[in-house]
């Protein structure tokens, strides 16, 4: 069964610092990708995705996924993160055949000020 | 952006009743909706998923009869909780996709909580 794996639960890291958080898929075929965010109190948005072509994704709020087919991985990173990026942070795949998306576990970041 | 709104925001109900809650898609049409339920510290576990005007289809372990799903028209789904219970207390969420895109839009959430 396909399945979506996200390697830390929770990072802890102080403003400024660089940010990747790991994501990877496992099925060989076509996906699309997508990260979103779960901001304390709030509901799910999207932060990035990738359907096709450039594998480098810029997505809102500075954050960035590259996509590596080799590695079935879609890595997010960011360079420098701020106290406001605390929140929780979702992979998320989908396969061509089918709309719903298979869910890593999600990964809670929290940026010490 | 697409917007999906969900209401009630939460709800507190008593063990035997039941509860529904609603998902609209504000400014597009929803070819497909999602219900989702989180539980504290996990995430997002997939119960159904309906189509306009069909049936929907229900993930494994959850019970149909349980939890109604209607989607009877392209900017609404409700998911009805029936007999509810102290243990399907949980914050459920619907998303929906349009046309032939895989994005999905996700609601604010309901907070149920069953006493």
């Known amino acids: 069964a396909q399945s979506v794996s996200q390697h830390n639960h929770h990072v802890i890291l102080s403003e400024a610092a660089s940010l990747e958080l790991g994501c990877n898929y496992s099925?060989?075929?076509?996906?699309?990708l997508f990260w979103y965010v779960q901001y304390p109190g709030q509901h799910l948005q999207l932060l990035l995705k990738?359907?096709?072509?450039d594998p480098l994704v810029k997505g809102i709020k500075g954050f960035e996924a590259e996509f590596i087919k080799s590695k079935f991985s879609f890595n997010l990173r960011k360079p420098s993160v701020q106290w406001s990026d605390t929140a929780e942070y979702f992979c998320?795949?989908?396969?061509?055949?089918?709309?719903?998306?298979?869910w890593g576990a999600g990964t809670k970041l929290i940026i010490k000020p | 952006g697409a917007v999906v709104s969900q209401h009630p925001s939460w709800v507190i109900c008593k063990s035997g009743t039941s509860v529904k809650i609603e998902c609209r898609s504000l400014?597009?049409?929803?070819?497909?909706m999602f219900w989702y339920r989180q539980f504290p510290k996990q995430s997002l576990m997939l119960m159904a998923t309906?189509?306009?005007?069909?049936?929907?289809?229900?993930e494994q372990g959850v019970e149909k009869d349980k939890f109604l799903i209607n989607h009877a028209s392209l900017t609404l789904s409700t998911l009805t909780v029936t007999s509810a219970h102290p243990e399907d207390s949980s914050f459920y969420i619907c998303?929906?996709?349009?046309?032939?895109?895989?994005?999905?839009?996700f609601g604010p959430g309901t907070r149920l909580t069953v006493t």
């Open positions: 998303s929906a996709r349009e046309g032939v895109s895989h994005e999905q839009y």
């Open positions: 400014d597009f049409q929803a070819t497909t």
């Open positions: 309906s189509n306009e005007g069909s049936k929907a289809t229900y």
């Open positions: 099925y060989g075929g076509t996906v699309n």
């Open positions: 990738y359907f096709s072509g």
């Open positions: 998320a795949v989908s396969l061509d055949s089918n709309y719903q998306l298979i």
